[in-house]
């Protein structure tokens, strides 16, 4: 069964960029779907941020588009989140999570994890 | 960006029956889909899809969850409600990149 996991440093300073890695099991990214990131802030919104496709294309939140990059490595079957400048708005858990392709509801989801924002 | 409007909270008694609504400020149905989805969060945990496209109950999800609606006005009923639905409820929409959810709804027990 499909499987994702997320990973990554629980704080970040203001102004320093967020990293987080999902790895997947259980399928290969590049046979199909899209491998989103989407994070909860605390009160419970929720928020799409983007995804990278099975071909490597991408497609990013506008709200988000000059601080964000998603990219993958195929060889480790693993996908990432950056996220540049981020502040203490950026503070939330991070789910990576796979949606059928074009689509859009997201079937398979990580644990999530949680990232700070702080001096 | 397509904005999703449901109400924060839902108590209702056990066995009875809950309907969450989540309202649209566009229409999100395309060529006979409603693209509209469902998912539960109970606390630390993963958000989990219950319905996709309106209408369709996902896999491993009792029958006692549905949903139904289009255009701009969806539901998602649960009959009858058990103690482990207690959870906060969302809905999403794919109909047009940004992809949105609603603010979710909090379903408590009386």
């Known amino acids: 069964e499909i499987q994702l996991q997320e990973s990554g440093p629980g704080l970040v300073k203001p102004s320093q960029s967020l990293s987080l890695t999902c790895s997947v099991t259980?399928?290969?990214?590049?046979?199909?779907?899209?491998w989103s990131w989407i994070r909860k802030f605390p009160g419970n919104k929720m928020e799409w941020m983007g995804y990278?496709?099975?071909?490597?294309?991408?497609n990013y939140n506008p709200s988000l588009k000059s601080r964000i990059s998603i990219t993958r490595d195929t060889s480790k079957n693993q996908f990432f989140l950056q996220l540049n400048s981020v502040t203490t708005e950026d503070t939330a858990t991070y789910y990576c999570?796979?949606?059928?392709?074009?689509?859009?509801?997201?079937?398979?989801w990580g644990q999530g994890t949680l990232v700070t924002v702080s001096s | 960006d397509i904005v999703l409007t449901q109400s924060p909270a839902l108590a209702v008694s056990l066995g009875q029956r809950a309907t969450i609504s989540c309202k649209t400020n566009?229409?999100?149905?395309?060529?006979?889909?409603?693209?509209m989805h469902w998912y539960q969060q109970k606390p630390g945990q993963q958000p989990k899809l219950l319905i996709y496209?309106?209408?369709n109950l996902a896999s491993g999800i009792p029958a006692r969850f549905s949903g139904r609606g289009s255009g701009t006005d969806f539901t998602l009923t649960i009959d009858p409600v058990e103690a482990d639905d207690t959870a906060t409820y969302y809905c999403?929409?794919?109909?047009?990149?940004?992809?949105?959810f609603g603010g979710g709804t909090k379903l408590e027990l009386k």
């Open positions: 259980g399928y290969t990214i590049t046979s199909g779907y899209d």
């Open positions: 566009q229409n999100v149905d395309y060529y006979g889909n409603s693209y």
């Open positions: 496209l309106a209408s």
């Open positions: 990278i496709s099975y071909s490597g294309s991408t």
């Open positions: 999403q929409q794919s109909r047009n990149l940004p992809w949105t």
């Open positions: 999570a796979r949606s059928a392709a074009a689509i859009g509801w997201f079937a398979y």
